[in-house]
């Protein structure tokens, strides 16, 4: 199954999603490569791959805040995953304190996007 994984699309790395497990919240967006996939699907851990140190990382190794997964899956172009988790710890995601990455809010307000998308 891995193997069909569309990890060409973005040079090696696939998006994964990871979302809570009970109440269905979005915790955070990370990418994997192979080998990634590979450690998170073998000791039941979400591990990343990160682009900025270009090495692995398992969430949570620091902090004890761990993502325990519960399912994966893949989209119908297989080259986004989908991680339903558990949070291990204190259940803080975000390096920010908070549970979940998605915080911030954007505005909504068409006149808004027109306006940051002119000041490019």
Known sequence: MIN???FDKMS???PAIVQD???????MVGFMNREAL?????????TFFSRTRNTLWTKGESSGNRLRVISACTDCDRDTLLLRVEVEGAGVVCHRGTRSC?????????????TSRESR
């Open 21 to 27: 497990s009970h109440n269905g919240d979005v915790l």
């Open 102 to 114: 998605f915080t911030e809010l954007l505005p909504l307000s068409a006149a808004e996007v027109v």
């Open 12 to 14: 090696g790395l696939l």
């Open 4 to 6: 069909e994984l569309d």
């Open 38 to 46: 590979n450690l998170t699907l073998q000791n039941g851990y979400v």
